[in-house]
Nanobody, 114 residues
Framework: QVQLVESGGGLVQAGESLRLSCVAS????????MNWYRQAPGMGRVLVAQ???????NYDLSVKGRFTISRDNAKNTLYLQMNSLKPEDTSVYYC????????WGQGIQVTVSS
């Protein structure tokens, strides 16, 4: 029933931008803290951005000033605007609805070439 469907990933060159989207269904989206995680090859899953139900954001230092997390509760959609992308941003990105177990998107590949 609960689904988080991600889109907007792909292959870009360093310095370019992408916007990820995550459309939620089957849940009370507006009540959840929402997160973007990423997992690079051979690495663990890392929280990179978080947004409260009211829209207050938090960022990992590695993306602060380059990425912007936002949400549109009327559309049940979470966004991650990624600017000035670097090769080290290459990862699978995951949308997450925070909870005891939470809900996860399927993951979407972002590849940044140098």
């Amino acid at each position: 029933q609960v689904q988080l469907v991600e889109s907007g990933g792909g292959l870009v060159q360093a310095g370019e931008s992408l916007r990820l989207s995550c459309v939620a269904s089957g849940m009370l989206f507006s009540r959840y803290i929402m997160n973007w995680y990423r997992q690079a090859p051979g690495m663990g899953r890392v929280l990179v951005a978080q947004i409260s139900p009211s829209g207050a954001p938090n960022y990992d230092l590695s993306v602060k000033g380059r990425f912007t997390i936002s949400r549109d509760n009327a559309k049940n959609t979470l966004y991650l605007q990624m600017n000035s992308l670097k090769p080290e941003d290459t990862s699978v990105y995951y949308c997450n609805a925070q909870g005891q177990t939470g809900y996860w998107g399927q993951g979407i590949q972002v590849t940044v070439s140098s």
